[in-house]
DNA sequence: TTCTAGTATATTGTACGCAATTAATTAGTT
DNA sequence: AACTAATTAATTGCGTACAATATACTAGAA
């Protein structure tokens, strides 16, 4: 099988268009949630939350695709500053229920009037955003059926 | 000014998009770099230096866009692997000179060639690859220029 | 030349992200 | 009931990211 000689050239690869797009949309969030002291993570656990809440650490992590090597101790943090609680489950000990506290659920009209203030100086009008998301979630999918394990090395060990 | 009561929902968000991407093509340049010991991000400083070296710790990092709180630590486990050489300027104490080893001048047909194979398993034409990274691009462009501080928060203190 | 301002890198502290392992619990088999 | 396999979280270890600070050096002004 032969193999491309093709030139790699960074500014041209989507990976890292991909991965300045991510952190440059860190930053933005960062920013835009600093006055509720949420990071990125936990503010895409809360949006799941509150979309379903409770929900089991690992229910969480297959939306929000963290493990719980990520997840436990975000949501201590996120317990912590009295955004989630945390409970041991009943029924099955092995599972950690997390639900909302009182206080996530007061403050989500709040933080999504302040999000959207602050996504409308994006300037993306509806469907630029919707095509450009669903651009983007394309890409994931190949990205996600690709294994690059099928191509095996064969050069020498470096 | 009146604020956005859209619903935000976690699946119909660009941000999210992203950053699911993003995370698949870690993955995937994860296990493509296996044989090389390399990680994502040193694999980008490679891709840096293989078209300009040496370069600065500023230079390169205003090209990868990392500052050197990561590139320092980062440059010197790629030093350790033998991928890259740091020298004080002479002329210029402050200043660190960053160069590709013998061995990273060596690799480069070799990792270009099995990166561009696992890359070919995307399935992607190179119509849609470009496409789709203008578009990322695009968007980045537009995050950049906006800057959430212009809009400040009048509600309750979380 | 001496003081000061600016610049380049390194360090510190906090928070992910994930592979690999461990510990606790449950379910299934005999 | 006793043993085994499977499941769920938590933990550990390593490598980013980045804000904030510290340190070393250079250049420019008085």
Request: charge should be positive.
């Amino acid at each position: 099988m032969a193999s491309s000689n093709k030139n790699i050239l960074l500014d041209e690869q989507l990976c890292f268009a991909l991965y300045t797009a991510n952190k440059r949309f860190n930053h933005f969030y960062a920013e835009a949630l600093a006055p509720f002291k949420l990071t990125y993570p936990q503010y895409i656990t809360l949006l799941a939350l509150w979309e379903n809440s409770p929900m089991t650490v690992r229910e969480l992590g297959s939306h929000v695709n963290l493990d719980s090597g990520t997840l436990t101790p975000l949501l201590k943090r996120m317990q912590t500053q009295g955004w989630v609680e945390r409970k041991r489950d009943a029924a099955d000990e092995r599972q950690v229920n997390i639900s909302l506290s009182q206080k996530a659920i007061d403050a989500k009209p709040t933080i999504f009037s302040h999000v959207n203030e602050c996504m409308s100086l994006l300037g993306m009008d509806e469907q630029t955003y919707n095509a450009t998301r669903e651009t983007v979630k394309f890409a994931a999918e190949r990205i996600k059926n690709a294994d690059p394990k099928k191509v095996d090395y064969q050069g020498p060990k470096l």
